[in-house]
């Protein structure tokens, strides 16, 4: 195995991706990873700008005067956009790149460390111990929740209160800490990660709200005996890697009497607001500028990660999904949104049934009554729960706002016109069922 740093413009996002079969340039091959990875490829790249790095090393070929990417092609694709938005294969994904890039601390890298293989076959076993499943313990093994449960714990990632913004905020309001002066963020909440933990500093968590356990001048003096700790370097990530090396750091602090101890406990917990963003000076008796309007919703499907993986099955359905959520906007395609719903909600529905053997179907069958039989599977198989399932029943019958006729007059009728917010209604109230259906 070789390591070595490559010229990003000398890396070739591979036209040959499993993901996608062989298509005709590199250029195809972002395209094809933005269309149809669009949130996952929106979300790797602002986790990239946040990080100000990438974790792992593309596995890489040196093929002619170009080094193809193997594995780690969505990296590579983020990387090469990120370093020139106009390679995007829209205006919009250049934009994006564009906002995104302004984000970026410090000097854009030019060049990233790869994996380089040149052997073929190393290539394909690197490939399939990585992408294959677990095979028996041979491949990469997944965490299971409970693994994912231990992680989040002990390192404090993927908890809604900023533990350490707030500690932070309340010790330069208390002038313990310079207005400038910045905790390191992900130190701080790894130290903090379980209650008990936190309630040795004093502290506590509930409700998504911070609270003091203690007298405030004790509980502020030990936190800022740890911020100082850790904005010096004192004590780093090796410091606090796991719970022992946690709770070794606190027994110093604790045989140094810097802890509250238990004659410091309050009679009632005092909460902690979390800091406001910085508000515009305004003079007394002057209106404060209005928040301004949120944009107006342009595609039919939300701009969200509904989970849905590509399969043999539903890579048509996927297609029609992603032009709906990315490509066709109202005011410019109502026609096409209405016609591409209406194909999408029934080629769902046949996809569901044929996947799930669903019995009493007939050939003839209406769409509403297939969605009707589908519906009932659905809650008899415990995937949706009754106050899901009454809200849908509407939909198969006369009620023009969830009536397949009404889907119908959108495809068929010269004299029915689409209305964006009438169809923006349906899918909202019908996009569970459809993940469902794509899903199976």
């Known amino acids: ?95 994006f790149f564009t906002d995104l890039r302004a984000n970026w601390e410090g000097d854009f890298p030019s060049k990233i460390q790869c994996q380089i293989e040149q052997d073929r076959e190393r290539l394909d076993e690197i490939l399939y111990r990585r992408h294959t499943g677990q095979q028996s313990g041979v491949g990469q093994s997944q965490w299971d929740a409970p693994a994912k449960t231990n992680f989040e714990r002990r390192t404090g990632k993927n908890t809604r209160l900023d533990i350490a913004e707030v500690v932070e905020d309340m010790l330069i309001k208390s002038g313990r800490l310079r207005d400038g002066e910045r905790i390191p963020r992900s130190n701080m909440k790894r130290l903090f990660s379980a209650e008990h933990l936190r309630n040795r500093a004093g502290i506590t968590v509930e409700k998504n709200k911070l609270r003091l356990t203690h007298k405030e001048d004790k509980v502020l003096s030990a936190l800022e005996r740890i911020a100082r700790d850790l904005i010096s370097k004192k ?53 404060q500028p209005r928040a301004p309007q949120p944009e107006k919703r342009k595609t039919l499907i939300r701009d969200i990660d509904y989970g849905i993986q590509q399969t043999h099955v ?63 599977h659905m809650f008899d198989n415990g995937l949706i729960e009754d106050k899901y399932q009454a809200a849908l029943r509407k939909f198969e019958k006369s009620e023009i706002l969830f009536s397949t006729s009404t889907l119908h007059s959108y495809v068929h009728s010269a004299d029915f016109f689409p209305s964006d917010q009438h169809l923006k209604s349906m899918w909202d109230t019908l996009d569970k069922f459809v993940v469902i259906c794509l899903k199976s």
């Open 1 to 95: 195995m070789k390591i070595q740093s490559i010229e990003l413009k000398d890396l070739l996002v591979n036209r040959a991706n499993d993901r996608h079969g062989e298509v005709v340039d590199e250029s195809a091959a972002i395209e094809w990873l933005l269309t149809h990875r669009s949130n996952h490829m929106r979300n790797l790249a602002k986790d990239v700008v946040a990080s100000g790095e990438i974790f792992e090393p593309p596995l890489v070929r040196k093929e002619n005067e170009h080094y193809v990417v193997y594995d780690g092609n969505r990296r590579t694709t983020v990387l090469k956009l990120l370093a020139n938005p106009q390679l995007s294969p829209s205006q919009d994904w250049a934009k």
């Open 235 to 287: 004590k780093t990530l090796d410091d606090l890697w796991d719970n022992d090396a946690k709770r070794k750091y606190l027994d110093e602090l604790d045989r140094e009497r810097i802890l509250p101890t238990v004659e410091d406990a309050l009679k009632e917990k005092k909460p902690i607001d979390a800091p406001k963003p910085a508000q515009p000076e305004n003079g007394k008796g002057t209106p």
């Open 314 to 376: 539903n890579k048509r359905a996927l297609d029609i999904f992603y032009e709906l959520q990315h490509k066709l906007k109202f005011d410019d395609h109502d026609n096409a949104i209405a016609v591409l719903f209406r194909v999408l909600l029934e080629i769902g529905i046949e996809q569901y049934i044929e996947q799930k053997k669903v019995g009493d179907v007939h050939k003839g069958d209406k769409l509403s009554n297939k969605f009707r039989k589908v519906l009932a």
